[in-house]
Antibody
Framework: EVQLVESGGGLVQPGRSLKLSCLAS????????MNWIRQAPGKGLEWVAS????????YYADTVKGRFTISRDNAKNTLYLQMTSLRSEDTALYYC??????????????WGQGVMVTVSS | DIQMTQSPASLSASLGETVTIECLAS??????LAWYQQKPGKSPQLLIY???SLNDGVPSRFSGSGSGTQYSLKINSLQSEDVSIYFC?????????FGGGTKLELK
């Protein structure tokens, strides 16, 4: 069974940093592109960042470019999101999501349960 | 960025009814369109990809159609477990973008 379990969220002051993790199991993690997608309270979905299976290709939403860094450790089956210079508008539930396959592009077939990040003084 | 506009924003329907949700892209996305279902308090789940391909395990009462800029999700014979928010998403161009969602409730 595919499982994605996020951790590392919490309450943080504006301007501070936070690092999210997503532990994957039930599939060969190193074969799949992975993504972070967020959902502000009561709002829709916003793609944040993606990383290819071997970390060769990395993309960011303009809203986080230069502040967030996506990375992965295939030996540990773990995806990361390092968030710096956090703003109130970064407050959201952050989901880790698997890309269905390379050929379809960003179609997300498995999602974690999400981890809440609250940016507030 | 490609804008995705869903309609209606909310919808109330009766059990057994057929429901259709629309999604309009700001430019041609060549059927690179996915639909997700988000049940209350849960993570989104992939229903349909490439406009009309049903994801594994998704009931056959769900179907997708469309081309160009206009797409739709149809739910036949509405069940109570279909109460959810439905999102469309284009995967044609970067960044991938989502529609604002359609909240489906039971009448």
């Amino acid at each position: 069974e595919v499982q994605l379990v996020e951790s590392g969220g919490g309450l943080v002051q504006p301007g501070r940093s936070l690092k999210l993790s997503c532990l994957a199991s039930g599939f060969t993690f190193s074969n799949y592109g992975m993504n972070w997608i967020r959902q502000a309270p009561g709002k829709g979905l916003e793609w944040v960042a993606s990383i290819s299976s071997s970390s060769s290709y990395i993309y960011y939403a303009d809203t986080v470019k230069g502040r967030f860094t996506i990375s992965r450790d295939n030996a540990k089956n773990t995806l990361y999101l390092q968030m710096t210079s956090l703003r109130s508008e970064d407050t959201a539930l952050y989901y880790c999501a698997r890309q269905r396959n390379y050929y379809d592009g960003p179609v997300f077939d498995y999602w974690g349960q999400g981890v809440m990040v609250t940016v507030s003084s | 960025d490609i804008q995705m506009t869903q309609s209606p924003a909310s919808l109330s329907a009766s059990l057994g009814e057929t429901v259709t949700i629309e999604c309009l892209a700001s430019e041609d996305i060549y059927s690179n369109l996915a639909w997700y279902q988000q049940k209350p308090g849960k993570s989104p789940q992939l229903l349909i990809y490439y406009a009309n391909s049903l994801n594994d395990g998704v009931p056959s009462r769900f179907s997708g159609s469309g081309s160009g800029t206009q797409y739709s999700l149809k739910i036949n014979s509405l069940q109570s477990e279909d109460v959810s928010i439905y999102f469309c998403q284009q995967n044609y161009d970067s960044p991938p973008t989502f529609g604002g969602g359609t909240k489906l409730e039971l009448k």
